[in-house]
């Protein structure tokens, strides 16, 4: 009896707790006086039922490839210098290789060294130049290439779903894919237009040296010096489009964004907003040394391939911190700051599939959904209680608490609720009642042998515990994998799949059998039992 008052007291428990989750899902519930003080928010829905976009966006891997190599160009040029090694300017060719200008041929020694040591550099070749220079072409090896490629789309990914949250989108569905594709799924959004745009944005910053010994004219005609490149300086107008005018900078990137620790909105004397900018402490000693040792020169400072500005560096500049000017709108100014404060890309990333669900859409695929769950529920309990009688009843109970709890779960672990989800938790009704017929049978056979209701009630649910405990297993381990290896509608499946299986044996075996306890127990053995 203590027992059975135990058992009870805890199926209540899990039944109430599933339904303070699962209440705020139902329309008329979240903005009532209860949804506000019930503990969930009820269940989120996917892209496929609640709308939104979907993109597929291609990362630009060559630039990423291209970005490091420069990086480690700087490195190997910082690291030779402390051995009072000096070289030109590392510049980045095709193919994974950077070429190297040794000024004295007498420390080749010792330069070979420190590629050696402090670089994954390998040399290619090595040939003696006028003025006892030496000419060095380095390469890296294929490992380190994938490996750049891995980090570079780990921080693809981790800077967009850092830019995402700034929407406070639940549930964006954010996973990479073959041929260095990332997939984006952003349901629900209200704001489509504004998330694609910083979404898309690149925000990769560059800080490059502006070459103002070059002609501009020859450079627009496509006459430009070795390691230089044709850019654009934007000037904003009154009416609030861009004016562009030719720049000549050094191709090689000084600084990136990468060593951006901090973006926010600053308004100027004019009260024009600007972005200021703070750097991490590496950042803001190669800023320093870089402003120090370009005096009365000018520095350009690009994002995504456009020049917003090119002060001329009046001294050095300590501090670490910088600005971007552009005449910004004040829209701009929050939305350039919001991208750089979430991470810059590590190369450009291009829009390659843009779809919208509409609202309508993923409506009709609700309707449907419900309704398929709706009428496969009322056939089943329809049936339970015309071959089952008393026991049928029972079945149909549980079977509804099941559906509650199910319910509950996803809300509670902050699953999305998707339409393959949907078809989960109908797969999960047909298992829960193939858990009670096998329960009901055995019963049967134990009433056939002549025992008492009571007894056969225990030995019914004795034998086929075990029965429906190794069906179900073997089912949650397929679901383990299927969520391990699927993509978002068939983890959605899983998921929901998963939850079903948990909460058709705790009602299937522990609730229905406190059910029958409590109906027998002032019974006598002679007792018939309606199964």
Do not use: C
Not at 9 to 29: D, E, K, N, R
Not at 151 to 161: N, P
Not at 309 to 327: C, L, M, Y
């Amino acid at each position: 009896m203590q027992s059975l008052r135990l058992r009870a007291v805890i199926a209540l428990a899990v039944v109430l707790l599933g339904l303070a989750f699962m209440l705020p899902s139902l329309p008329g519930v979240k903005d009532s006086s209860l949804g506000k003080i019930l503990p969930g928010k009820g269940v989120s829905l996917g892209l496929d039922l609640k709308g939104g976009i979907h993109l597929t966006l291609g990362v630009d891997m060559k630039t990423a490839m291209d970005n490091s190599l420069a990086r480690l160009g700087d490195d190997l040029k910082a690291s030779a210098r402390e051995q009072e090694v000096y070289i030109l300017r590392p510049n980045v060719l095709d193919e994974n290789q950077i070429e190297v200008t040794l000024i004295k041929a007498e420390q080749k020694d010792t330069f070979e060294s420190v590629i050696k040591d402090s670089t994954p550099f390998a040399i290619e070749e090595s040939t003696p130049l006028e003025g006892d220079k030496v000419k060095y072409v380095l390469s890296v090896s294929p490992k380190y290439r994938s490996e750049i490629e891995k980090l570079t789309m780990e921080q693809a990914i981790k800077t967009i779903r850092n830019r995402i949250d700034q929407f406070g989108v639940a549930e964006p569905d954010i996973r990479k894919q073959q041929d260095n594709r990332i997939q984006v799924q952003l349901p629900g959004l209200q704001d489509p237009e504004r998330a694609i745009k910083i979404i898309g944005q690149t925000a990769h910053l560059e800080f490059k040296m502006v070459d103002d010994s070059a002609d501009l004219k020859k450079a627009q005609q496509g006459i430009l010096a070795p390691g230089r490149e044709l850019s654009s300086l934007l000037h904003r107008q009154a009416n609030g489009s861009y004016a562009e005018s030719p720049i000549v900078l050094k191709k090689d990137a000084v600084l990136t964004g990468e060593y951006v620790s901090d973006a926010q909105v600053r308004l100027d004397q004019w009260n024009t907003p600007y972005v200021s900018l703070t750097f991490n402490a590496r950042g803001g000693k190669i800023f320093t040394d870089l402003t120090g040792e370009n005096v009365n020169k000018r520095m350009a400072i690009v994002l995504d391939g456009k020049v917003y500005s090119a002060p001329v560096i009046r001294e050095r500049i300590s501090g670490g911190s910088a600005s971007i000017t552009g005449n910004f709108t004040r829209e701009e100014a929050r939305d350039l700051a919001v991208v750089l404060r979430a991470g810059s890309l590590p190369a450009p990333v291009t829009i390659l599939e843009q779809r919208s669900v509409g609202p309508s859409l993923g409506q009709e695929s609700i309707d449907n959904g419900v309704m398929s769950a709706m009428v496969g529920m009322a056939l089943v309990l329809a049936f339970m209680v015309i071959y089952y009688g008393f026991s049928g009843m029972v079945a149909d109970i549980v079977l509804i608490l099941n559906i509650m709890l199910i319910m509950g779960g996803l809300a509670a672990f902050g699953a999305t609720l998707t339409l393959p989800g949907i078809a989960g938790i109908i797969l999960t009704i047909g298992m829960a009642v193939d858990a009670n017929v096998i329960i009901y049978e055995r019963i049967r056979e134990e009433l056939r042998r002549g025992l008492s209701a009571s007894q056969s009630v225990s030995e019914g649910y004795g034998r086929a515990t075990l029965t429906i405990l190794d069906a179900n297993v073997t089912t949650v381990i397929a679901a383990i994998i299927l969520y391990q290896f699927g993509t978002g509608p068939v983890r959605g499946f899983a998921v929901t799949l998963t939850l079903g299986i948990i909460t058709s044996m705790f009602t299937a075996i522990f609730v229905s059998r406190i059910l029958f306890d409590l109906y027998l127990k002032n019974r006598s053995d002679k007792a018939k039992l309606s199964i």
